[in-house]
């Protein structure tokens, strides 16, 4: 079954959002992250078919934070059969889940973001690691993401006066790569900057299995895409994904830096940026930005219907 909607609904839809949610002043930045100037928003949709919609300030640069892990799934997916992997992520070296045994770590970067990273190949080799996922980042978008290395070496100290080595080796946290490199790769993985329209894209090429909307080059087997979403999902905004996925309905992955991913398959994806964060670390515009493309367009991954968009 497929639902047909046009391109103008869809411009609409993203030009709406963004009057309707511009001037809310609500929220926090994270005092790590610099911001060229106030009032910054800006929301992005780039279609399977590489059309783009662009609405304020999309071409500000932010930080990833855990929307990186979107990009590190697909390593993971490449490198992994889905069933072991599940296993990795979710479960110790010794069998047991950790919620049933250990204790959890309290750092300042995702645990899981943490162990994802340790899990991609090469291990205990930071350099040859990192080239395998910039390399991926760049078949994904097509362009280079910068690093913001004032971000980076915040979240190193943090790290540092945190003794988060320490904590996670006290908390038996499983990792499968020496717990300093670990962590440091995915702090420098987060702290890579991208604008919105980098964003969409990237979740764009996912929507169309895995072929760049750029420049149609393959950037990863599409037979994985229905995967990496499906991790999306799982996770969802930070602490938010069980209501974020019956309200809304789109897989999403959410950064500190003020950036929201949302990616539906076979129509593209959805990237709002504004800095301003609630108390769970969600950027409050975008949040209701996409939320409400969503539900106009009746964008939903669990609907039984298609959308395609006629030009």
């Known amino acids: 079954m497929t639902r047909k909607i046009s391109l103008g609904d869809v411009q609409k839809a993203v030009v709406d959002a963004y009057e309707n949610f511009k001037s809310i002043k609500e929220g926090e930045k994270d005092p790590r ?11 992005s949709v780039v279609l399977t078919d590489g059309t783009v919609i662009n609405k304020g300030d999309t071409d500000a640069l932010t930080v990833m934070g855990d929307v990186a892990q979107v990009s590190s799934a697909v390593v993971l997916m490449t490198q992994n059969k889905v069933k072991d992997l599940m296993k990795k992520i979710g479960m110790c070296k010794c069998g047991c889940a950790k919620t049933e045994k250990h204790a ?21 080799d930071p350099e040859g690691k990192w080239d395998v996922m910039i390399n991926n980042f760049i078949n994904l978008v097509g362009s280079a993401p910068v690093l913001n290395d004032k971000y980076y070496k915040a979240v190193k100290q943090q790290l540092a006066d945190e003794n988060a080595v320490d ?18 790769l995915y702090a420098k993985l987060t702290s890579l900057q991208v604008n919105t329209q980098q964003l969409a894209t990237l979740g764009a090429t996912i929507a169309a299995d895995g072929r760049n909307v750029t420049n149609g080059q393959v950037a990863f087997d599409g037979e994985i895409a229905a995967n990496v979403v499906g991790m999306m999902a ?30 539906l398959p076979g129509f593209g994806a959805i990237a709002a940026y504004s800095p301003e964060l609630d108390q769970r670390g969600v950027s409050v515009k975008a949040k209701k930005a996409i ?4 539900n106009t367009l009746q964008l939903n991954v669990y609907s039984s219907a298609r959308v395609e968009v006629e030009k």
Do not use: C
């Not at 959890?104 to 205990?124: E, F």
């Open 33 to 43: 992250i610099e911001v060229e100037k106030d009032n910054l928003f800006g929301i």
């Open 104 to 124: 959890k770590p309290h750092i300042g970067l995702s645990r899981h973001g943490v162990r994802a990273v340790s899990i991609i190949q090469p291990q205990n």
């Open 167 to 184: 904590q996670l080796a006290q908390a038996e946290f499983s990792l499968y790569d020496q717990a300093n490199i670990a962590l440091d």
């Open 234 to 263: 799982t996770r969802g905004l930070h602490k938010e994904a069980k209501g974020w996925n019956v309200m809304v309905g789109l897989p999403a992955r959410s950064g500190k830096g003020g950036l929201i991913l949302a990616v």
């Open 291 to 294: 939320k409400y493309i969503a």
